[in-house]
């Protein structure tokens, strides 16, 4: 009899080797820059290199750039500030106080000329510290242009009547009427327009 003969147990597969990873994809090839572009990189990079090169600036003097900067031109001096005596014996007189006087107008009658002067005058008292009264003609007007006032207090204003109408209008010679007033009341004027 055949002597029986032992079976060597089973033995485990080795483990199988892992599976190699696939080699990295190569990286897709750079696109061609385009010739305008191609062009400015290398117009950037010589600027560069050029600047690069280049010695720095030298520091600018204070005498040459004062020197450089012309002076401001010298214009007209301004004229000079008028004295306080000037400016009170330029400045207009304040008109007086209280109401304005009254001027009646009197001229020759049948005088197309007197009527004219007239009109004139009223158109100035317009613009003035007076006020017009009315116009009238006359048949005894005098031979001379005269202003009259019926009252002391009325004095000044005939002056300055006077005044303004002798700048354009004639002159005027002041009467006092004060002796024999009339109807007239204060601060009346009367001018008489001369034949």
Known sequence: EL????????????????????????PPPAAPAPDGWADAERTI??????????PPPAPRSPERTAAAVPPPAAGPSPPPAPAPADLAANAPMPPP?????????????????????????????????????????TTSAPADSVIRYFYPEDAP????????????????????????????TPGMLDVWIGR
């Open 157 to 184: 204003a005939a002056s300055r009547l006077a005044a303004l109408l002798g700048d354009g209008s004639g002159t005027f010679r002041i009467e006092d009427d004060t002796a024999h007033p009339g109807r007239q």
């Open 45 to 54: 990079q010589s600027l560069t290199q050029q600047h690069a090169a280049a």
């Open 3 to 26: 002597p029986q003969t032992r079976r060597a147990p089973p033995t485990a597969a080795p483990p199988a080797a892992p599976a190699a990873a696939p080699p990295p994809c190569p």
């Open 97 to 137: 106080s209280g109401p304005r006087p009254r001027v009646f107008l009197h001229y020759p009658a049948g005088s197309a000329g007197g009527l004219q002067a007239a009109t004139d005058i009223a158109q100035r008292l317009l613009f003035s510290d007076f006020a017009y009264a009315d116009t009238r003609s």
